[in-house]
Nanobody
Framework: QVGLVESGGGSVQAGGSLRLSCAPS???????????MAWFRQVPGTEREGVAS????????YYADSVKGRFTISQDNAKNTLWLQLDSLKPEDTAMYYC??????????????????????WGRGTQVTVSS
């Protein structure tokens, strides 16, 4: 099993920035079978939506239209760490942000990168609150 731990959430004013990070709680044989990593977010009462994904082996990325040009997903494979840089934040970005990992290659395709059922492992989330 792979346990994922997110950090970096907080409260900021509109226009501000945050940097979220995600790392496995322990490095195991399963860590190296995760081919795709992604960030999702969820507002209470709504479905969890894909924000961005990255292919661990080659860096291919996808972004939700709502965050393109403002958020940047990146990784540090040596440290087994996933990042999400959130810039120009808007109140509508307020949500719980979740890190996810997949042992499939879903993140290589535009039609599958944001499908929740493609991801095997999830963190518990970190809250981002943006005030106007």
């Amino acid at each position: 099993q792979v346990g994922l731990v997110e950090s970096g959430g907080g409260s900021v004013q509109a226009g501000g920035s945050l940097r979220l990070s995600c790392a496995p709680s322990a490095v195991s044989e399963y860590t190296y079978s995760m081919y795709c990593m992604a960030w999702f977010r969820q507002v209470p009462g709504t479905e969890r939506e894909g924000v961005a994904s990255i292919y661990v082996g080659g860096g291919t990325t996808y972004y939700a239209d709502s965050v393109k040009g403002r958020f940047t997903i990146s990784q540090d494979n040596a440290k087994n760490t996933l990042w999400l840089q959130l810039d120009s934040l808007k109140p509508e970005d307020t949500a719980m942000y979740y890190c996810a990992a997949a042992s499939t290659f879903a993140c290589l395709y535009g039609g599958t990168w944001s499908r929740r059922d493609e991801y095997n492992y999830w963190g518990r989330g970190t809250q981002v609150t943006v005030s106007s």
